[in-house]
């Protein structure tokens, strides 16, 4: 399975953003997706997962990023989104997306495989 994160950028702070991650290949309203990110000399998070329509399709964010981004899914064009607004110098990293079967999957994140990611840089 591959997912393929697009859409970032450099941005100045306050500014927005919307990555995009698409895949081929899977069923992919079946499964729960998480968007991640990893800055430099620190550990991959996760920033925000939102689970299959058929399970509430409910979403989940981390501390440092709720009220500022929103995931959100397109089944139909197999694509996830994450808007992400009033950007911090602080949300620079490489942002990853990935899938798993179950949310509890997506958030233990002990995927065999990542993506490239694609980098966010906000200036201040």
């Known amino acids: 399975v591959q997912l393929q994160a697009s859409g970032g950028g450099l941005v100045q702070a306050g500014g927005s953003l919307r990555l995009s991650c698409s895949t081929s290949?899977?069923?992919?309203?079946?499964?729960?997706i998480g968007w991640y990110r990893q800055a430099p000399g620190k550990q991959r998070e996760l920033v925000a997962t939102?689970?299959?329509?058929?399970?509430?399709?409910?979403?989940n964010y981390a501390d440092s990023v709720k009220g500022r981004f929103t995931i959100s899914r397109d089944n139909a064009k197999n694509t996830v989104y994450l808007q992400m607004n009033s950007l911090q110098p602080e949300d620079t990293a490489v942002y990853y997306c990935?899938?798993?079967?179950?949310?509890?999957?997506?958030?233990?994140?002990?995927?065999?495989?990542w993506g490239q990611g694609t980098q966010v840089t906000v200036s201040s």
């Open positions: 990935n899938a798993a079967a179950s949310l509890k999957a997506v958030e233990r994140a002990n995927f065999a495989s």
């Open positions: 290949g899977f069923t992919w309203d079946h499964y729960a």
């Open positions: 939102i689970d299959v329509a058929g399970r509430g399709g409910y979403t």
